[in-house]
């Protein structure tokens, strides 16, 4: 499923929310990976930066998972959401960027640019939804700001070295 295509049910609003919930496992992940992996190489700043993504995340999760429980519609199995989250976002292993900064701006960017995506859809739908559309829009841009900022906080650590 797409962000690019209308949301027209609280089905797909749903489906998309978990599309969220598995890319911010898949940012955590990466940032365990590269924390666990390149020890040695870490200094205090790189290690901040992925201790924070990895804290953000959760949170990002749980405030999903919250957007879900409030819509009236049954789960889909995680490997199903999985499977589509890997088919679009990826691509991409940790070890396939030439440094951490790299990788973790590509998991930032992502993150971001599906946020903006969804808050688009959510925008332009017409569909009723069994929740505000305000509030839901509220956390979705609450978690893009995060997003943005963790753009600006690589790209900035990126310029310093």
């Known amino acids: 499923m797409s962000v690019g295509s209308r949301i027209t049910s609280d089905d797909q609003l749903a489906r998309l929310l978990q599309i969220g919930i598995v890319l911010e496992e898949v940012v955590e992940a990466r940032a365990y990976h590269h924390y666990r992996s390149l020890d040695?190489?870490?200094?205090?700043?790189?290690e901040e930066l992925l201790e924070e993504a990895a804290t953000e995340?959760?949170?990002h999760r749980e405030r999903l998972e919250d957007l879900i429980a409030d819509l009236d519609v049954e789960s889909v199995p995680f490997e199903e959401i999985e499977t589509l989250v890997e088919a679009r976002y990826?691509?991409?292993?940790?070890?396939?960027?030439?440094g951490v900064l790299?990788?973790?701006l590509c998991n930032e960017e992502t993150a971001y640019k599906?946020?903006?995506?969804?808050i688009e859809a959510v925008e332009d739908?017409?569909?009723?939804?069994s929740v505000d559309r305000e509030a839901v829009?509220?956390?979705l841009r609450a978690i893009r700001a995060d997003e943005a900022a963790g753009v600006e906080e690589v790209a900035r650590i990126m310029e310093d070295r």
């Open 125 to 129: 739908t017409e569909a009723e939804l």
């Open 90 to 98: 990826g691509r991409t292993q940790p070890d396939d960027f030439d």
């Open 57 to 59: 995340s959760a949170e």
């Open 137 to 139: 829009l509220d956390v």
């Open 114 to 118: 599906f946020y903006d995506d969804l």
């Open 40 to 46: 040695e190489e870490l200094d205090a700043e790189i």
């Open 102 to 104: 790299y990788d973790q």
